[in-house]
């Protein structure tokens, strides 16, 4: 059997022919490697330990256990089970639900995704940006900080349920475009209808891709790639003239400056020049307030589309009636080539003297004389540039969920202890806090105003504080007194080579970065040796020898922890896998049901 790294190439080489039709995918699911992958991305998500509706978690995952998938999958009985529907908080305080595969299914889902990535990804959109390798949040907020310039509308696009009302004979027709294996294209047919349970009870599913299934972002993706290939045209057919026309105006201020510039030049007395210099000011303000392009040019438009999922904006050049007549256009096909609606109470059209939300950023156009200072000493006008923002209530937002504030009755902002957090360790309380930070100044550091963080950090400074003081019983000033190193709030511990480590309470700098800010486990160019090495779960599985007793030629099984600081270091095993930095052991059936049993035998090691 090939090696899977070179059957996943030849399917992204023939992907650049030309209405190219895919056959025989449905044979490279026969290939163990792709499952060990499969399962050695999913390995490390604390997820994987909640039971599906079939009661499995990853736990016990094994060599015998894929073999056992690829078999169901050549007689083709395999049958993937029902989701088990959950639902987590979204953020304006209604449920969203998610559903939860099975582990096998997982496993499965995955290996079909990478099939599929193989297929799509490089003939997806440039301004497509969501659940796509070495693209975020971020790509998509800077291309649209440097390419909206001088937006007149924009329109904000909101598909009603989408991820709930994807068509399946529709995706599968989209599907069936590229690919001529109606094997594979049953098995994602499979995953659709699978279902899902709630209450014990099961639910059929007749439309839509569950939000919570690995497949489901990519599918989404493909499904929407049908929008983003309609907006290509719209643009194509909407954008209008080479350039934007000069502005009388600013030709006629220009001129003023260069005719008291010549006055200035040839006046010899110094009262008279000082006069002038004046009004040469007076000019240069009134010609900076403007821009040198006419706004108003008729003969002049642009569409500009960017897409995070189901999100989507719209820049428009243009008038109103271009915006309204665009929106309409999107809402008709969207309606009747994808069966989905385009709400009308959510869809916005917004001039740009206001600012608009798109990924939790605030986004407007600049309409001030303003500039800022460059590195050369220079100055930038801000004038008709986009300006991201960090919205005052996602701040307000963030401190209250992470426990750090209350509101008092006057509106005041009141730093508070972290209850949750009492029952942890010191390091562990700053870790968290350090981690929460990080986090919200990450995400919002492509913001103008996040020099602004530093006014509520001084609520977490406190929070910190009152969270220590009540896990001791003692009051704040004592605890800063004591944690207080450098300047800093700190925490000491020893390392295991016995040195004094200091962890401080991180406070920034909270700079403003020009560059994206990317999933650290999203690899720009594909790092083919991220599965390889000794210490990978793949090599691991494949070395058929038990971490723990020893035996060689055993059918080994993974166990698994949901986390290594929820070991207590009791038994031996525990001892074992907190040494090694591991959740995971490779063992032999036998010293796997022993484990469970707590009788496990004396520890040999591999």
């Known amino acids: ?16 022919v030309e209405d190219y039709k895919f056959t025989d995918l449905y044979r490279i699911l026969y290939n163990p490697e792709l499952f060990l992958r499969a399962y050695s991305k999913k390995a490390s998500n604390e997820g994987n330990m909640t039971p599906g509706s079939d009661g499995k978690t990853i736990d016990g995952f094994s060599l015998d256990r894929i073999n056992r998938i690829i078999k169901s999958l050549g007689n083709e009985s395999y049958r993937p089970a029902p989701a088990r529907r959950t639902y987590i908080n979204k953020r304006n305080g209604k449920k969203r639900p998610l559903g939860i595969p099975s582990m096998d299914d997982k496993v499965v889902q995955e290996a079909v995704r990478v099939i599929l990535e193989c297929l799509y990804e490089p003939t997806f959109s440039e301004e497509s940006f969501g659940y796509r390798p070495g693209r975020s949040c971020h790509t998509a907020i800077l291309k649209i900080r440097d390419r909206c310039k001088s937006t007149k509308w924009w329109i904000e696009g909101d598909i009603e349920g989408f991820f709930d009302n994807i068509d399946h004979e529709i995706l599968i027709n989209i599907l069936r475009r590229k690919i001529k294996d109606e094997r594979f294209l049953n098995l994602i047919r499979k995953f659709l209808k699978a279902g899902y349970v709630e209450n014990w009870m099961y639910h059929k599913t007749f439309s839509g891709a569950p939000q919570g299934g690995i497949l489901s972002p990519i599918l989404s993706n493909i499904y929407l790639g049908e929008l983003d290939r309609f907006m290509e045209k719209l643009i194509q057919e909407f954008n209008k003239g080479a350039a934007r026309g000069h502005s009388n105006a600013w030709f006629s201020a220009n001129f003023q400056v260069k005719k008291f510039r010549k006055h200035y030049a040839a006046s010899t007395e110094l009262k008279e020049k000082k006069a002038i210099l004046g009004q040469i000011r007076q000019a240069e303000l009134f010609q900076r307030s403007m821009s040198s392009k006419d706004d108003m040019d008729a003969e002049f438009r642009r569409l500009k589309y960017f897409r995070y999922a189901d999100d989507f904006i719209i820049s428009v050049i243009g008038n109103k009636e271009d915006a309204v007549e665009i929106k309409q256009k999107i809402k008709q096909f969207l309606k009747e080539e994808l069966k989905l609606n385009l709400s009308d109470e959510k869809t916005f059209i917004t001039h740009n003297s206001k600012p608009i939300r798109f990924l939790g950023y605030e986004i407007e156009i600049a309409r001030s004389n303003a500039g800022i200072p460059t590195k050369k000493g220079l100055v930038k006008q801000l004038n008709g540039n986009v300006i991201l923002r960090m919205p005052h209530e996602r701040v307000r937002e963030f401190l ?21 957090l009492t029952n942890l360790d010191e390091l562990e309380i700053i870790r968290s806090y350090n981690a ?9 550091q492509l913001a103008h105003n996040i020099f602004t963080f530093h006014n509520p950090y001084f609520i977490i400074h406190q929070s910190f504080q009152k969270t220590l003081a009540n896990k001791y019983r003692t009051s704040a000033s004592k605890i800063r007194r004591k944690y207080t190193i450098d300047g800093s ?26 560059k994206a800010f990317v999933d650290v486990n999203v690899d720009l160019v594909p790092n083919k040796l991220i599965y390889t090495g000794r210490g990978s779960l793949m090599a691991r599985l494949a070395a058929d020898t038990c971490e723990w ?26 001892r074992v896998m907190i040494a090694r930095q591991r959740k995971t052991l490779a063992l032999c059936k036998n010293c796997h049901v022993d484990l469970h049993k707590g009788t496990l035998r004396q520890y040999v090691g591999c």
């Open 1 to 16: 059997m090939q090696r899977l790294d070179v059957v996943l190439d030849i399917l992204q080489i023939k992907t650049k």
């Open 400 to 420: 209250l969920k992470n426990g750090y504030m209350l509101i008092g009755k006057d509106g005041s902002w009141k730093a508070k202890h972290n209850k949750p």
């Open 436 to 444: 929460s930070i990080r986090g919200f100044y990450n995400y919002y």
């Open 489 to 514: 709030l700190a925490v000491t511990y020893k390392n295991s080579k016995g040195k004094i480590v200091i962890n401080k309470l991180f406070n920034g700098p909270f700079k403003r970065s020009e």
């Open 549 to 574: 007793c020893g035996a060689s030629q055993a059918d080994l099984e993974m166990h698994h922890v949901r986390k290594l600081k929820g070991l207590k270091g009791k038994e031996l095993w525990e």
